[in-house]
């Protein structure tokens, strides 16, 4: 299962980070930007966190966030999520960001078809949870008794 980082300190589950090397010219920014849907924020005025100078929503809960590597010139593609996305989902993100890493840095690798599924639950497993959706089916069973379809 994906583990809590340092960086996400409320909560959030690093699901994968792709490494790489680029200048971050105009022309690369432009690249990411539009292979990602990528906001960035590279303008220390715009923006009061200079270690996250760009971020692409994934999904409801889940973000891709452009970070500053530990030298110059290094970068790293970090994604993370508050929810509960499906493993398919989670691949499918995770190949979009490599490709994008790749145009700008060669050596990036693209990640293969993964061979077990991750322990990411894809729903909440709680009893709260179980209750409510049992509840909820109840409700649309009853509606369809009250309501018989006519032929």
């Known amino acids: 299962m994906p583990t809590p980082t340092a960086a996400h300190a409320r909560g959030a589950i690093t699901l994968f980070q792709i490494p790489f090397a ?8 432009a690249l990411l930007a539009r292979m ?5 924020h590279m303008s220390p005025k715009m923006r009061p966190d200079p270690t996250s100078p760009g971020v692409a929503r994934l999904d409801h809960y889940s973000g891709l966030f452009l970070k500053r ?3 110059e010139g290094q970068w790293v593609l970090e994604a993370g999520t508050w929810g509960y996305p499906s493993p398919q989902s989670v691949h499918e993100w995770h190949l979009l960001a490599a490709g994008a890493a790749h145009q700008l840095d ?12 991750p322990k990411t639950p894809t729903r909440p497993r709680s009893r709260a949870a179980n209750k409510r959706l049992a509840r ?12 018989p379809r006519r032929p």
């Open 22 to 29: 680029s200048a971050m010219s105009d022309a690369d920014l």
């Open 36 to 40: 990602l849907d990528l906001s960035t």
């Open 69 to 71: 590597g530990p030298a």
């Open 106 to 117: 060669p050596t990036v690798t693209l990640p293969g078809r993964p061979t077990a599924s």
């Open 136 to 147: 909820i089916r109840r409700h649309i069973v009853g509606l369809q008794w009250a309501y």
